[in-house]
């Protein structure tokens, strides 16, 4: 059985130190061994920005796409081969400003897969502007006397699409984190994920202290119902969207494959998509 190291390679990760991306890579290699997968069974589909590079940084079959298209991308992979276990991942500007019709679109399909998006609430490959998941009066280059736009309530949104599994986590609580992915991973359909994730270099708001400050855990609200939408989304209300733990699961509604008639009988079509421990080692050798 594969244990964290064997998702663990040699590429060395150029975020910044302190950077909360690095905690979300070690929670995707703790949670897929602790799922029980090996690396050639796990697919990392990323967008652009800091955070798409996570798919060079784990040991297991990864795809870097262009901005905003990762959900398209994940979706196309689980489709053609569905005994991947695939995660797809990106920054709050690739999934909720250019990528978003794609967020709302998956959410509603239901395909069996993991979206973890890396919420900096920033824009920080391109040097710091505001995104989507910005706060009202947010400064940066983009807008130095503040940003006049409302914060999209991501999860507020997902529940009103129709999700099936919502959760949050902040990348300073590692247990919490490592046991969602795991929970979105064994659930049969879409999970999204969203990840405070705080950008040292360029958000001097929303930092590792703000977010200490500022974060209701879901354990602690008195009564939580996680399979209870209406009750979630008044949480979220009442919370601004700050708090962290599985938001919303729904067991019941089938996933997207579920309702093709013998997808699951049906065969590989394909002898090259079987998933074979031996081609992946070979193929991971070349690139290190
Ligand atoms: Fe992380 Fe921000 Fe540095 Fe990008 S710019 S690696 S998000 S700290
Ligand atoms: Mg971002």
Redesign the pocket.
Same mark, same amino acid.
């Given at each position: 059985m594969a244990t964290v190291k064997d998702f663990r390679n040699k590429v060395k $990760?150029?975020?910044? $130190? #302190? =950077? %909360?991306?690095f905690s979300i890579q070690a929670a995707i290699q703790r949670a897929a061994a602790n799922v029980g997968l090996e690396p050639h069974e796990l697919a990392l589909i990323t967008g652009i #920005?800091? *955070?798409g590079?996570i798919s060079g940084y784990i040991n297991a079959y990864g795809f870097h796409g262009v901005h905003g298209r990762v959900l398209p991308l994940a979706q196309g992979v689980k489709m053609a081969n569905r005994d991947l276990t695939v995660v797809a991942s990106g %920054?709050d500007g690739d999934g909720f400003a250019i990528g978003m019709g794609h967020t709302i679109h998956s959410i509603r399909r239901n395909i069996d897969m993991t979206y973890i998006v890396?919420d900096?609430q920033?824009y #920080?490959?391109t040097? %710091?502007q505001t995104s989507p998941r910005s706060d009202a009066g947010f400064k940066t280059k983009s807008t130095p006397d503040g940003s006049i736009e409302a914060s999209l309530n991501a999860m507020e949104t997902a529940l009103t699409a129709g999700a099936t599994f919502v959760a949050q986590s902040f990348s300073s609580d590692l247990k919490e984190l490592t046991s969602l992915i795991e929970q979105g991973m064994n659930h049969n359909g879409f999970s999204l994920i969203n990840v405070f *994730? $705080? =950008?040292?270099?360029?958000?001097k708001v929303n930092t590792y202290d703000w977010f200490k400050e500022n974060l209701t855990k879901l354990s602690d609200v008195e009564d939580y119902d996680h399979t209870d939408r209406n009750k979630a989304m008044q949480t979220l209300m009442e919370h601004n969207g700050l708090v962290t733990g599985l938001i919303y699961h729904d067991e019941e509604t089938p996933s997207y494959q579920d309702k093709i008639p013998g997808y699951k009988s049906t065969p590989l079509s394909d002898d090259n998509l079987e998933l074979d421990r031996e081609k992946f080692e070979r193929l991971a050798s070349e690139f290190m």
């Amino acid at each position: 059985m594969a244990t964290v190291k064997d998702f663990r390679n040699k590429v060395k $990760p150029n975020w910044c $130190p #302190g =950077c %909360g991306d690095f905690s979300i890579q070690a929670a995707i290699q703790r949670a897929a061994a602790n799922v029980g997968l090996e690396p050639h069974e796990l697919a990392l589909i990323t967008g652009i #920005g800091c *955070s798409g590079r996570i798919s060079g940084y784990i040991n297991a079959y990864g795809f870097h796409g262009v901005h905003g298209r990762v959900l398209p991308l994940a979706q196309g992979v689980k489709m053609a081969n569905r005994d991947l276990t695939v995660v797809a991942s990106g %920054g709050d500007g690739d999934g909720f400003a250019i990528g978003m019709g794609h967020t709302i679109h998956s959410i509603r399909r239901n395909i069996d897969m993991t979206y973890i998006v890396m919420d900096n609430q920033i824009y #920080g490959l391109t040097k %710091g502007q505001t995104s989507p998941r910005s706060d009202a009066g947010f400064k940066t280059k983009s807008t130095p006397d503040g940003s006049i736009e409302a914060s999209l309530n991501a999860m507020e949104t997902a529940l009103t699409a129709g999700a099936t599994f919502v959760a949050q986590s902040f990348s300073s609580d590692l247990k919490e984190l490592t046991s969602l992915i795991e929970q979105g991973m064994n659930h049969n359909g879409f999970s999204l994920i969203n990840v405070f *994730s $705080p =950008c040292v270099t360029f958000n001097k708001v929303n930092t590792y202290d703000w977010f200490k400050e500022n974060l209701t855990k879901l354990s602690d609200v008195e009564d939580y119902d996680h399979t209870d939408r209406n009750k979630a989304m008044q949480t979220l209300m009442e919370h601004n969207g700050l708090v962290t733990g599985l938001i919303y699961h729904d067991e019941e509604t089938p996933s997207y494959q579920d309702k093709i008639p013998g997808y699951k009988s049906t065969p590989l079509s394909d002898d090259n998509l079987e998933l074979d421990r031996e081609k992946f080692e070979r193929l991971a050798s070349e690139f290190m």
